[in-house]
């Protein structure tokens, strides 16, 4: 009988992962099934770009898959029971159950609440395809006549209130924050950032919370109201709750708890990649929730994979943080590089150059991920049966 590994998660950690097992391993003895709960391959990091109304390239993701082996199946994962080794799915045509041997878990993150009332009834956010082509339409309706309130100061909260404010000039944009716009950016890159927000028209309204927000409003702690025709939650991401009510061990933040090759440390036959997980890099801190956390992890989670399943030693892949790449708009950006103690070093890439060069490299991340079968070839390892995973390495 072949070895079945799941993929839950078809996004930059489950996608990549799913191509370069199926490159590795001998499909005579290993099935590979994804799923996913839609059809696309969704470019998480340009979903900025497609609220703001501009077009992205079409991925069907049994294009991606076509010619691997690879079984895809689109539904919503509602269940994972670790102990009976079964995935919970449901679709149009109702409930099933989906064994597996090996699990890979990739269902990444989506827009953190943080308990605030009227966040989900009212506010939109760009953390799923769905829901950035819901503000799309919303800021069709508003034409060049509307305000947009952005709340939040991390990466996701800038790309947003940038690209929207470069792609339809018409819109009054403002930005709320609890904190300093860019903290954490050093000098030179912060002033860029805020020179940029003065280009764009966009209101920087700093150290204000928001406690509320209603149909055409947030009201902030200390009362002001920012009027709003339609208000942008981007205060940061948080984990489906599926993993924390599945039994797996998780951390306070809802994080599956993983050792240093990402398979979860109450069911080493979990392996998780992105977003989920909840490792130390190499500068002794937990990885940020990213793209550039996701192939890391992705690597190391199919290296882990690969050698418990097959009697082969495992490469540790280095865990590591260089720094943040920021996009301004489509023809402004930044890339701040941090030490190794993730303090913002002096020098940033700035302007025109960090956006080519941001662009670049999600063009090519995007189509590694539709070639899976590009590149090195595969190995086809065979599998090594009744292997049980190697309890050696450190948890994290």
């Not at 506010?123 to 060049?144: M, T």
């Not at 002033?191 to 309204?205: E, K, N, V």
Request: aromatic fraction near 6%.
């Amino acid at each position: 009988m072949k070895h079945r590994i799941v993929v839950l998660g078809a996004g930059y950690a489950g996608a990549f992962s799913a191509g370069y097992l199926a490159r590795q391993l001998h499909s005579d003895d290993f099935e590979i099934t994804v799923v996913n709960a839609e059809p696309d391959f969704v470019e998480r990091l340009r979903l900025h770009q497609l609220a703001a109304g501009q077009v992205l390239r079409h991925r069907p993701l049994a294009e991606v898959f076509a010619g691997t082996g690879i079984r895809l199946r689109l539904a919503r994962v509602t269940d994972i029971d670790p102990e009976r080794r079964t995935v919970t799915l449901a679709d149009d045509a109702g409930v099933d159950r989906l064994e597996y041997d090996t699990l890979l878990y990739a269902l990444g993150s989506t827009v953190a609440e943080h308990g605030v009332p009227g966040v989900a009834e009212h506010a939109f956010h760009v953390a799923a395809r769905p829901a950035a082509l819901r503000l799309r339409a919303r800021l069709d309706e508003l034409g060049d006549n509307g305000q947009v309130l952005v709340v939040g100061g991390n990466l996701t909260a800038i790309e947003a209130a940038t690209e929207i404010a470069e792609s339809r000039p018409g819109l009054r944009v403002r930005l709320v924050t609890s904190g300093e716009l860019g903290g954490w950016l050093g000098a030179k890159a912060r002033r860029h950032l805020l020179r940029t927000f003065d280009r764009l028209g966009i209101t920087l309204h700093e150290h204000t919370t928001v406690e509320r927000v209603e149909q055409a409003a947030a009201v902030a702690a200390d009362g002001t109201v920012f009027a709003a025709d339609a208000t942008v939650w981007a205060a940061g991401f948080a984990v489906h709750p599926i993993a924390a009510a599945s039994g797996l061990e998780v951390r306070p933040n809802g994080q599956i708890s993983v050792d240093r090759q990402m398979r979860s440390i109450s069911h080493p036959d979990v392996y998780v990649a992105g977003d989920s997980a909840f490792v130390i890099g190499d500068n002794g801190r937990p990885l940020p929730m990213s793209c550039a956390s996701a192939g890391y992890t992705s690597m190391q989670a199919t290296a882990a994979i690969i050698g418990d399943r097959t009697g082969r030693e495992i490469a540790t892949t280095a865990l590591s943080y260089v720094g943040n790449h920021i996009s301004l708009g489509r023809k402004d950006g930044l890339f701040q590089l941090v030490d190794g103690d993730a303090r913002a070093k002096s020098w940033a890439l700035r302007g025109r150059p960090a956006a080519r060069i941001k662009s670049a490299i999600l063009s090519m991340a995007a189509w590694s991920l539709a070639h899976p079968t590009f590149g090195k070839p595969g190995h086809r390892y065979r599998s090594t049966a009744g292997r049980a995973p190697s309890t050696t390495a450190a948890a994290a």
